[in-house]
């Protein structure tokens, strides 16, 4: 007979979780998680760069993270 695993996730609550925090979480530094989010390894998160702008803008929700 199969066992089945039931999780309690969290609610979301729509939080944009830091880059800086999430760096803290895992021991490593934010520019890390940048790269990995805009290079698409990191599927948690999405990187936007605005028009006209060399800045990106980093959207992480809790739920993801």
Known sequence: MEKKLYVELPPFTGRNVPIKEIAQAIGKDPHYIRLGI???IFKFGVAMKMEN???FSYYCPDRKV
């Open 53 to 55: 702008s060399n800045e």
């Open 38 to 40: 805009r290079q698409g």
